[in-house]
Nanobody, 121 residues
């Protein structure tokens, strides 16, 4: 079984920065693509950024130029650097990974528990 744990959320003033981490743990696995999603209170979850196994990235228009997704394969960790934050970025942020289980040659998607990001004016 593979688990994802997000960290790095918190309260920050508008214009500030935060770096979120998503760490994967388990046995005999490989992480393929990882996405960051966010869900503002009372709204639907939305895709924020994606990074492929090869490092190719994509971003939602609302965060382009402000957010950067990166990964450290040796640590099985993905990061989301968030700069120039605005109150509209307030949400619970989740990571979602496509995981390849080496022992059984199967892949599946799994979610982390989420981390709250609150941006004050």
């Amino acid at each position: 079984q593979v688990q994802l744990v997000e960290s790095g959320g918190g309260l920050v003033q508008a214009g500030g920065s935060l770096r979120l981490s998503c760490a994967a743990s388990g046995r005999l696995f490989r992480i393929n693509a990882i996405d960051w999603y966010r869900q503002p209170r009372g709204k639907q979850r939305e895709l924020v950024a994606t990074i492929s196994s090869g490092g190719r990235t994509n971003y939602a228009d609302s965060v382009k130029g402000r957010f950067t997704i990166s990964r450290d394969n040796a640590k099985n960790t993905v990061y989301l650097q968030m700069n120039s934050l605005t109150p509209e970025d307030t949400a619970v942020y989740y990571c979602n990974a496509n995981v390849w289980l080496i022992a059984i040659h199967e892949s599946f998607n799994t979610w982390g528990q989420g981390t709250q990001v609150t941006v004050s004016e």
